[in-house]
């Protein structure tokens, strides 16, 4: 790199940093330039301020990037403080040794501030001639709430219609009751109570005082639901309810129309709060049908879908014909039903026994060409070389075909 290109480089690195300096906030600390330093402080590549909270109180960090190891912070100073504004000085200054390392240095220091007030603060940081990066934060009221005096249980008949709420109230300090228990307010899928509370017998037993209060909350529509109870406007109980039928559980299947060895299932199940998987096995699908067929289907594994609460579960099971593969003697309609107390959803709750769908076994008759004649012989098998008879008959079988393009596929087995 020409000697030319690098001072044009130095110089567009050192505007930018005057840029920078001249766009942080007018309102820092202004400090008197020391004599006994030089007027010009070598600048970091990059100076980062953060202020965190602590146990101890707030902490002001600062970092300094350097662009090789010829720079040292040999004074960190002290941060002075006027009103919300702390400031510090640094004093950097660089190396004349001869050996530097071109590698980028950072270096970091922390400042303790200690506890502060509620506000809005700001942390500078000072070259010996110049802003070199500024920070504002903010520092908040912790509002520590006393601990609730009446804590409520909340239950919800959600298989009614309308769908009905028991809300109990019990309180933890005597001289206090409900005065007003509110009504029902309703946005969207979320329902809230607002109760008043009042002046109570103090001579009651707290222990053992409870109290009650039924809601209606109207017809509502299958999914779930989130209710909570206010109490002078905090919130001391909250509960969630699912409106039922919102499950469901559909078969897809398509219908055999030929000689296949298995029949595959597909079920789509359904419930507002997702279904569990792992419940999922070859005892969940019972299918029935002509010629008193009756057999569970196999499960096989759940088909990916979007995971989304209450999106379906896709679930895959296979069933085997009543015998090698499915044939015009098994035609007909076939049921499927869903076994009670098998798939259960997310809550534990199980889904009702219940008709899935059916699927049709639809194959042509096959119709087999008939010999035109034939014969049986029966006679004694022939010796062997020991002589012994392995069998005292066997049976001869001649067919007459009735043309040169039919043939006997299968001679069969003696039953």
């Known amino acids: 790199m020409s000697k030319t290109l690098i001072s044009r480089l130095g110089r567009l690195l050192w505007a930018g940093f005057s840029l920078i300096t001249a766009n942080l906030s007018a309102e820092t600390i202004a400090w008197s330039p020391d004599p006994t330093i030089a007027t010009r402080t070598p600048l970091p590549l990059q100076t980062r301020v953060e202020v965190v909270a602590g146990d101890a109180g707030h ?11 010829g720079f040292q912070v040999t004074d960190w100073g002290v941060p002075e403080r006027s009103d919300s504004t702390f400031g510090v000085r640094l004093v950097i200054q660089r190396s004349s040794s001869p050996v530097l390392l071109p590698v ?7 400042y303790p501030l200690g506890s502060l007030a509620a506000g809005e603060y700001q942390f500078e940081v000072h070259g010996v001639d110049r ?5 504002k934060f903010a520092v908040r009221d912790v509002v520590v709430e006393p601990p609730p005096v009446a804590k409520a249980r909340i239950r919800v008949d959600a298989a009614a219609d309308p769908v009905t709420a028991r809300v109990s109230v019990l309180f933890s300090e005597p001289g206090l009751a409900v005065a007003d228990w509110g009504a029902p307010t309703r946005d969207g899928n979320r329902i809230t ?6 002046p109570g017998d103090v001579t009651e037993d707290v222990a053992t005082r409870e109290v009650f209060q039924s809601y ?8 779930l639901y989130t209710i909570e109870f206010l109490l002078d406007g905090r919130t001391i109980g909250r509960s969630e309810f699912c409106v039922r039928p919102a499950i469901s559980v559909r078969l897809i299947a398509e219908a055999v129309t030929r000689a296949i060895e298995t029949q595959f299932l597909t079920v789509e199940y359904r419930h507002p709060l997702g279904v569990d998987g792992a419940s999922l096995d070859s005892r969940d699908l019972l299918v029935t049908g002509p010629n008193g067929f009756r057999a569970n289907a196999r499960f096989l594994r759940v088909l990916p879908t979007l995971d989304i609460l209450g999106g379906p579960l896709l679930a895959q099971y296979e069933l085997r014909p009543p015998g090698r593969v499915w044939t015009h003697f098994d035609n007909g309609l076939y049921n499927v039903d869903l076994a009670p107390d098998e798939v259960v ?9 219940m008709r899935v769908g059916a699927f049709s076994v639809k194959l042509e008759v096959t119709r087999h060409p008939q010999p035109v004649g034939g014969s049986v012989t029966v006679r004694p098998a022939l010796p062997g070389p020991d002589g012994r008879l392995d069998a005292p008959y066997e049976a001869m079988v001649q067919l007459q075909l009735g043309g040169g393009n039919i043939g006997v596929v299968s001679w069969g087995t003696l039953q």
């Open 59 to 69: 902490t002001a960090v600062v970092t300094l990037v350097f662009p090789d190891s």
């Open 216 to 223: 209606e909350l109207g017809s509502l529509n299958d999914g």
């Open 193 to 198: 109570i607002a109760a008043l509370s009042g």
């Open 345 to 353: 959803a997310t809550d534990g709750v199980a889904f009702p026994a």
């Open 104 to 110: 980028v240095t950072t270096v970091r220091h922390e």
């Open 131 to 135: 802003l070199l990066a500024a920070a």
